[in-house]
């Protein structure tokens, strides 16, 4: 599984970016995707994830401004973040991992879930 990140940049609080993630490898390998974040000296944190099925959890943090979505015919992830505040400022990674059964296929958002990861980009608010 690759996973290939774009979009970061800069922006003031209260615009928007648009992060974007190109797929490719086993499906079945990547049926979660999810979008981290991690600042300097912090933990990796999950911002959003999303199941193959279509199934969307968000971390509160991103609830009512972040939407995640994918487009399986084109195998890319899809992160759009709208109202940043400088809290946002961060690393944005794309993850991808298998789902887990339990009655059914579900996805977690803890990052060990997650086996395969992009290179990162990088997201800057200013105040």
């Known amino acids: 599984v690759r996973l290939v990140e774009s979009g970061g940049g800069s922006a003031q609080s209260g615009g928007s970016l648009r992060l974007s993630c190109a797929a490719s490898?086993?499906?079945?390998?990547?049926?979660?995707m999810g979008w981290f974040r991690q600042g300097p000296g912090e933990e990796r944190e999950n911002v959003a994830i999303?199941?193959?099925?279509?199934?969307?959890a968000y971390a509160e943090s991103a609830k009512d401004r972040f939407t995640i979505s994918q487009d399986n015919a084109k195998n890319t992830l899809y992160l759009q973040m709208n109202s940043l505040k400088p809290e946002d400022t961060s690393m944005y990674y794309c993850a991808a991992g298998e789902a887990y059964l339990s009655g059914g296929l579900y996805c977690s958002r803890d990052r060990d879930r997650f086996r395969y990861w992009g290179q990162g980009t990088q997201v800057t608010v200013s105040s």
């Open positions: 490898g086993d499906t079945y390998r990547r049926f979660c």
């Open positions: 999303i199941g193959r099925d279509g199934r969307i």
